[in-house]
Every structure is written in C-alpha cells, then in structure tokens.
C-alpha cells in the first residue's frame, strides 16, 4: 500500500512540476525583467494585454522589460495598478475577474528589496514568484496513531472552490510575515482562535513549484537537492546541510544539501548544478548525469511533520 501511494505521489508531483517538461508553455512564453532582474514569465495571451501599454512595458525579442523611467518602488506601483485597472475595467485579462484588494511584493528572490507591488489576482498572469503559509494539524490518538487534519475550501473561493485542502493557508501580502500571515488565515479560514495559535505555530521549512496554472499563468520558484547514504545494513540517511551564519535569509539553520533559487538563464539542473559547485562543493563530475528529478509542490508550512525529497 505504502508502496502504491508514494508511486501515486510522484505522480502528482510531476504534473505540478510541469513548467520545464516537454510540450509545456515554457516555449510560447516571454521574460518579463525590471531593474536587469528576472521577475516573472508572459505568456502569449498576456503578452497580448501588454502590447497595448508600450509606455509601461517595452518588448524585445525574447522578454517584456518595465521601462527605465519606472525606477522606483512607488511609480512602478502606481502604473503597474493603473495598467491592471484599465485590464479590469475592460475584462480583457480572465484572471482579473477574481479580484481582491490585495497586494503582493514583486522581488527577484524572496530576501532581495521589492521591486513594486502588484494586485494578487494579476500575479500568476504575470509567472511572478508568489511566496504563502499553509498549516498542517495533526492528532494523536490513544494508541499512538497520527491522523492529519484536511480543510475543505468554501464553494464561493475565487480559486479552486470546494477542494480540500490544508487545516488553513493564505498568500503572503506585502504587509505580513510567514507567521502574522498564519495567526490571520487561522482565524479567517479555520476559525482558531488567537490565543490557540500564538507562540504555538512551528516552521519546518518551506518547498518550491514551477507550473503552469491554467487561466491564473505561471508560478516560479526554485531548485533543492536532497543526499542520502545507503549503509550496509541498507538504512538510508540523510545528508543535512547547515546555512552560513553570514546567509540574509534563515542564518545559521539546517538546510537541504544544497538549494537555489531559479534564474532566468538555467533549467532546474543547471541551477543544481551551479549550486552543489557553490553552495556544497560537490564536484561538477559527480553531478552531471546523476541528479534525479523527484518532482515539486509548492508549501511552507509551520506545523506537524512534513517530508519532501526535491530536486
């Protein structure tokens, strides 16, 4: 049975890791770039919307580029929304319909400066990197056994309405952290009260996605790798990294093997490669033919136990 359901699991985790598979949209899409960083992926339905806003987003050949005299903060925001309500008010851009007031932070890599701030709604459109907080609930019965708490989202969700899901889960917006953003959802989604929740919410770590998502585009995100060792006796261990105390993001604390986030000019490989070279020193010949793609699935979670291998 153990055996069926991890083979079902790799199933699934391939077809949400889809974005660099052959046959994906990958080939008909378009870099979108701001300040020299890659930001997000346009696909040609969006690439579309945007050739009406020449004064906003200037097309080469192969990518859209945010022009040079946006180049704060605050006026890249402020056209970037104007841009987006024009979109809304003609309904020229599906995933607008699911509108919500809300507003993430657009960076080239989560501890970067954010480059402007954009509606929720618009953010797969543009294949721009989307950050959340999900909680799994467990429960523990008299003779030791765990069962997992599973959610079941309302009918009336803008996004994949009555499915089950996480215990509670929300989108990072610009004004949260990880664990603000989960008090809130907790209260908002699963009706926990405060009190329950604070002090009390345990991060384990955070996994990543690249796939395409229908009508809502694109989500980016980044490569980890997971080593074992098999001894003699056939007992598999795990390699656990450490970050460096000197790292802007999470210093000091255990780590996969390596990890990076994807720039724009690697595949998921070449982006494991380069970071077993930097981050583990892992000669190139030791990698190259033997990394093993084991899927992905997008989480980051702050309770209970959860165990990815990701490549």
Not at 131 to 149: E, F, K, P
Not at 182 to 193: D, N, S, T, V
Request: hydrophobic letters at 35%; aromatic letters at 10%.
């Amino acid at each position: 049975m153990s055996d069926i359901w991890s083979l079902g699991i790799q199933r699934l985790l391939s077809r949400v890791n889809s974005f660099y598979r052959s046959g994906s949209s990958k080939s008909k899409c378009k870099l979108l770039l701001c300040n020299a960083q890659q930001i997000g992926w346009i696909r040609e339905d969006t690439a579309n919307q945007l050739r009406q806003y020449p004064n906003v987003f200037i097309e080469q050949s192969d990518r859209f580029i945010l022009s040079d005299h946006l180049n704060t903060y605050e006026n890249r925001s402020e056209a970037i929304a104007k841009v987006l309500n024009d979109m809304r008010a003609k309904d020229s851009l599906k995933t607008l319909r699911g509108w919500r007031d809300e507003l993430y932070l657009v960076k080239s890599a989560y501890s970067n400066p954010p480059l402007f701030a954009i509606e929720r709604a618009a953010a797969s459109a543009f294949g721009i990197r989307k950050y959340g907080a999900h909680l799994n609930g467990y429960v523990i019965d008299d003779d030791g056994t765990w069962r997992m708490w599973i959610g079941k989202r309302s009918k009336t969700k803008q996004t994949f309405p009555g499915m089950y899901d996480n215990l509670a889960a929300g989108g990072l917006s610009h004004d949260l952290t990880p664990t603000e953003c989960m008090i809130k959802e907790c209260g908002e989604e699963a009706q926990i009260p405060k009190e329950l929740v604070v002090g009390k919410l345990k991060s384990v770590g955070a996994i990543s996605e690249l796939s395409f998502a229908g009508a809502f585009g694109i989500r980016k995100y980044g490569a980890h790798l997971n080593g074992y060792v098999i001894d003699d006796d056939g007992t598999w261990r795990m390699w656990i990294g450490k970050r460096s105390k000197t790292k802007q993001t999470f210093p000091g604390m255990y780590d996969n093997l390596a990890a990076g986030g994807l720039s724009h000019d690697l595949t998921p490989t070449e982006c494991m490669i380069k970071e077993c070279g930097e981050e583990a020193q892992i000669p190139k010949e030791l990698v190259v033919g033997k990394l093993k793609s084991v899927g992905a699935i997008s989480e980051l979670s702050f309770a209970g136990h959860f165990f990815v291998a990701l490549l």
